[in-house]
Nanobody, 123 residues
């Protein structure tokens, strides 16, 4: 059992920045790999970024590479998504996900999901 709590979403103008946080709790939370996904109404949930809880290696979707940075704080069981140079296409509900695979890059790799946090980028 892993509980995920996200925060940090909001409204920002194009070119601005936001920092999302996801804190994992539960007895086995520290053994899970965490990732970020996003979803817009009418579209499938898509992969954004993932980080290995053990090794710290990161993987990013091509659409956000160079603009987003994922990091983690093992002591707090918390991961972050620093989003810079935001564009309207980044508008979505962002979800934190946890799974047992080395990296979580697909929906099928996620066992737990956060409640989601809305990110809206205006032009």
């Amino acid at each position: 059992q892993v509980q995920l709590v996200e925060s940090g979403g909001g409204l920002v103008q194009a070119g601005g920045s936001l920092r999302l946080s996801c804190t994992a709790s539960g007895r086995t939370a520290s053994t899970y790999t965490l990732g970020w996904f996003r979803q817009t109404p009418g579209k499938d949930r898509e992969f954004v970024a993932t980080i290995s809880w053990i090794g710290g290696g990161t993987i990013y979707a091509d659409s956000v590479k160079g603009r987003f940075t994922m990091s983690r704080d093992n002591a707090k069981n918390t991961v972050y998504l620093q989003m810079n140079s935001l564009i309207p296409e980044d508008t979505a509900v962002y979800y934190c996900a946890a799974g047992r695979r080395p990296v979580i890059t697909t929906i099928g790799g996620a066992d737990y999901w956060g409640q989601g946090t809305q990110v809206t980028v205006s032009s």
